[in-house]
């Protein structure tokens, strides 16, 4: 069975929910204006993929990293930019979405080509493309994941303490109030709560006010529910393909059958996952809520997102050195100013290991 054979298998247990492959894709409109902030985070965008571009080819001794994906400067607003844009949706329906690297043996690198080929026609290169060993998908994250961790398991920790403390106060002060028939159904739903079915409590508080106890309960019911929404939150940064995505990774596996994958720099690490491994995950709905969730935030676009734990990815990098950056002006048509962050240098230092399982190859 071929690598897209095998995700097609895949494909046909997900639910049309979440991702209709019979459905063609909706093609979208061009934006019609960029933004400071849309601008910072291509630069952030294009900063990861150097990095990783970096790393392998001056870490490996067996295999070449080569751009691949589109990576126009235009942007909208720019002259040209909704010709650039139609030609690339037309890219999208014929071959499917470029990743942006490429991974090859040093042996099937072609020199007279280089190590940037995303300008060109994708018809000239068909047969090089499919010589590769894997398309990587760089996706960026502004935040230091290990301080992330940190904060994040000190602060559920800390609010799990916070409400089993509410809750034995609440039984050892007010439990005569609780007996009462309409009110000891509370009873059964405090004894429920520990460290392993806190994620899953959920009720309605009370807001009694007839007497001073029955005030103070209600607080105290108040204190415990906010603590243990603290603790349901999600605590784990994540790798976060679009599922709008989906449907184009999707088809350029099915013109080249190269392995796929996402990988997801912080500015302090990177993580990777593979394609199948994420067709593999939205099969699986127990894993909801703690491998991955499908969500949608402004940090997105408000676009449909697989958000996807990083704590079962294969680590990629186990160090990145920040980059340099440094504020740039860009004038657009009719005097437009925009002021974004540009960035260069950093270095990932990659774990070598993790990354073989990950790419399923025995050297590097």
Known sequence: MTYFEELREITKTIP??????SIPRDRTSPPTQASSNFITNKEQGDWAEDLIFRAINETSENYVAVRYGKSDDLIAGDSG???FYKDFQDELDTIGKRPDLLVFKKTDFDAKLGFDISNLEHSSITDYVKKSIAGLEIR???FLIDKYEKEMQDRTAYHLKEALAVKDKILAEYLDIL???KKKYFIDILNSINEETIN?????????????RLQ???LLFKDLKDNITIVQ??????????IEDVKVVYKWAETFSVPHYYFQVF???SYGISFKNILTLLTEPDKEGTYYEISQDIKNQNKTTVKINTRNTNQVAYKVLEPEHKSVRREMGRGRLLFYVSFEKGTAYLDIDSLKELLNIKDF
Do not use: G, H
Request: glycine share 0%.
């Open 140 to 142: 960026s994250s502004a």
């Open 179 to 181: 007996k009462d028939d």
């Open 200 to 212: 899953a409590i959920n009720f309605r508080r009370p807001s009694w006010k007839a007497t001073d």
């Open 216 to 218: 103070q309960l209600s």
């Open 267 to 269: 500015f302090d690490k």
């Open 233 to 242: 939150k999600r605590d784990y940064l994540s790798i976060t393909p679009k």
């Open 16 to 21: 049309t929910s979440i991702i209709d492959f």
């Open 81 to 83: 930019f909704d010709k």
